[in-house]
């Protein structure tokens, strides 16, 4: 199965990091172990201290999701969103 | 804006139509500007900043401080959120220690924006000063636009809702940007605003404008005697194309605006959700930005201000992001009664929280209050905290009755005494308060503007945002996010990234579109025919940012100007689960290496 990740600008820290990009697995958790593999900047800004940093939100299709929801199957065409907790306004 | 297909081989090409007008002798002169480079292409406070830098000007509040109304390249197009109005001037609240005004933008969403570029005009230049209250009424025609001052006096003493619920008696098909009591009282209240009408204020007769809350532009307008402006056009119709649809659903349905939307929506409930993340941290601001041990920041978190009444997601023209969260009187019945405010996380926390105050209701008061007098909630929520923190400290020589945190029925009769311009204690801000007495320390503000609700603990950032520390210096949530202390870090996160947040104080889209840099050139080439990089944008961006802060430095601030409130220097809050890494030390060498950059850079740019 293939998911879409997508990053939100506002947590871009260098013109080098993709927007989007496509990852593989039958689970959640297999596309984010996948995540260091093509992007090692991303891997670092989800993860901390071995558990999800928790000012990184995850959404998957249009839901949020937490570390206990990485056995969700995936469906290609699937798409992750990654978004900052704080944000302005 | 006249551009015709570009690849921008010829800047010059490009041409704006801007409305000059002189106050004092009330003349009004119609130019189309061809522009000189990409600031003036793209707009905005990029555009304005290149004319308040032509202006030699010792106090915000003299005639030859002009107040600048400037639109970006995509306000009013049919991009979602291109709707940006900006108003830029010297400020009357961010003042180097010198004395001198700073230049300041304050950016509005609404309807306004969008119909003053649909009479044909993109900018309006405010020159002197009119000797009697006016409205300008700028007014689409078959011969181009045709601009009038009209009389205003029967519009003074209203609040700005009621000032636009009458104009809009008159004007029918137009849109409002007004001033409030506190504008008017310029004088008293340096932190007055400018209210953007909506459409759903103009159909629901409900208090809900769009504002221009930073740096006291409101007290600008109030100074020169403009009571309003009334954009009157009619609106274009418009066909969507296949591109531009596909990057509408992007912007209403993409990671950007997550965080603004619904949660039924796929988002987080708005900016008000910072209630929740930052609690885990103990980084609300309360108390005067000093979270105690057990905090009470929780209690008006959505969830709970849910119980008692409804929330509901409303939006500005053609936005399906609907960042307006409303609350609403609940009903026996469940359903929503009586429009009581809006709820953001900056007004919210630093007109209740960040006082003392836990209670829903009377948090709506307060922010309801604040928007009936048209005062930037920021500015008036810090100013007041410090009070209740300077009465704390000094039980025996207390300020304004002696206000003290959580004390209610104090606090809002000391909002609506500055709202009036009857507390110039209040209404000069937290810098010139805190001066006068000798307690600076603890004056939550950097170079006069007061801070948004993120604590000066987590953001050296603040020193150098240019108009307001969370809208022009995106590095007041990376702490809690990424924890880093290093000053490679801080360096590299201000140098080469937080300053590009001023991108959409220039382009005319929302912030909470936050579109990314591809899809912005592919939207500005569709609308406008414009061909232009995701590297000139980025380049343009830097450009303006640079001349903002060559504009202080040409104003006077120096190294005393740069400098987070001292008492977060002096004084750890162990209450706080953040790393603690700002000393002296470490704010004087990040200073040296983020100035080497700027500096090196300005002297090149502005040469």
């Known amino acids: ?89 | 804006m006249s551009v015709v297909k570009n690849n921008l081989s010829n800047i010059n090409d490009v041409t704006y139509q801007q409305c000059v007008i002189n106050l004092t002798n009330s003349t009004i002169k119609v130019h189309q500007r061809h522009c000189q480079n990409l600031e003036e292409v793209l707009g905005g406070f990029a555009r304005a900043y290149q004319t308040l830098a032509k202006h030699d000007v010792d106090h915000a509040y003299s005639e030859n401080n002009p107040l600048i109304v400037t639109t970006g390249l995509l306000t009013g197009t049919p991009i979602m959120t291109g709707l940006r109005t900006y108003f830029c001037s010297y400020s009357p609240l961010k003042v180097s220690n010198q004395g001198r005004p700073g230049a300041m933008w304050s950016a509005a969403s609404g309807k306004f924006g969008s119909k003053l570029r649909w009479t044909g005009i993109d900018e309006i230049v405010f020159e002197g000063r009119s000797s009697t209250p006016v409205l300008l009424h700028v007014k689409q025609s078959e011969h181009g636009p045709e601009i009038n001052l009209i009389p205003a006096d029967d519009y003074l003493g209203k609040s700005s809702h009621e000032k636009i619920l009458l104009l809009q008696k008159q004007f029918a098909d137009s849109h409002f940007a007004v001033i409030g009591e506190a504008g008017e009282h310029y004088d008293k209240c340096f932190f007055g605003s400018v209210a953007c009408s909506t459409e759903n204020l103009l159909k629901s007769g409900d208090d809900k404008c769009r504002w221009a809350g930073r740096g006291g532009m409101g007290s600008i307008m109030g100074y020169k005697n403009i009571i309003g402006i009334i954009a009157d056009a009619r609106d274009p119709k418009i066909s969507l194309t296949g591109e531009l649809k596909e990057l509408n659903k992007f912007i209403a349905t993409g990671p950007g605006s997550r965080k603004y939307r619904e949660i039924k929506k796929g988002g987080l409930g708005g900016t008000w959700s910072n209630y929740d993340t930052l609690s885990k941290l103990n980084i609300v601001p309360e108390n005067n930005f000093k979270p105690p041990a057990n905090p009470k920041a929780l209690q008006l978190a959505r969830q709970e201000v849910e119980k008692d009444f409804v929330v509901k997601a409303e939006n500005c023209f053609r936005c399906a992001i609907a960042c307006h969260k409303n609350i609403y009187e609940k009903t026996t019945a469940g359903k929503h009664g009586k429009f009581l405010a809006k709820f953001d996380y900056e007004p919210l926390n630093l007109l209740s929280t960040n006082l003392g105050i836990h209670d829903s209701r009377q948090a709506t008061e307060l922010v309801a209050l604040c928007d009936r007098y048209g005062m930037d909630s920021i500015s008036a929520g810090a100013t007041l905290s410090f009070v209740l923190d300077y009465n704390q400290r000094n039980p025996d020589a207390p300020l304004l009755n002696n206000a003290r945190f959580g004390d209610f029925e104090l606090i809002r009769d000391l909002l609506i005494s500055v709202g009036q311009g009857k507390c110039l204690e209040l209404g000069q801000g937290v810098k010139r308060l805190s001066e006068s007495l000798n307690s600076t320390d603890y004056a939550m503000h950097v170079k006069g503007l007061e801070l948004p609700s993120y604590l000066p603990e987590t953001n050296p950032g603040y020193i150098w945002a240019i108009a307001g520390g969370h809208m022009s210096m995106q590095t007041y949530g990376l702490l809690a996010a990424e924890g880093e202390t290093n000053l490679d870090y801080w360096e590299n996160v201000i140098v080469n990234k937080g300053l590009y947040m001023v991108r959409d104080d220039i382009t005319g889209i929302c912030k909470f579109s936050n579109l990314d840099g591809q899809r912005l050139t592919q939207a500005i080439s569709l609308l406008t025919g414009i061909n232009i990089s995701e590297d000139e944008i980025k380049t343009t961006v830097r450009h303006a940012f640079l001349r903002g802060i060559w504009l202080e430095k040409k104003q006077g601030f120096n190294d005393s100007d740069y400098e987070l409130p001292a008492e977060i220097l002096k004084m750890q809050n162990e209450n706080v689960k953040t790393p603690s890494f700002l000393t002296e030390k470490y704010l004087k060498e990040l200073k040296k290496r983020v100035f080497s950059h700027f500096d090196e850079e300005i002297k090149k740019l502005c040469a």
């Open chain 1, 1 to 89: 199965m293939r998911l879409t990740l997508r990053l939100s600008p506002s947590l871009m820290t260098s013109d080098e990091l993709p927007l989007e990009i496509q990852l593989k697995g039958k689970q959640i958790y297999d596309c984010i172990s996948e995540i260091s593999k093509q992007s090692p900047e991303i891997h670092n800004m989800l993860w901390k201290d071995g558990h999800v940093n928790p000012q990184i939100l995850m959404f998957h299709n249009n839901t949020l999701i937490r570390e206990s929801d990485f056995n969700n199957s995936v469906r290609t065409g699937d798409v992750l969103d990654i978004i900052p907790a704080i944000e302005g306004g």
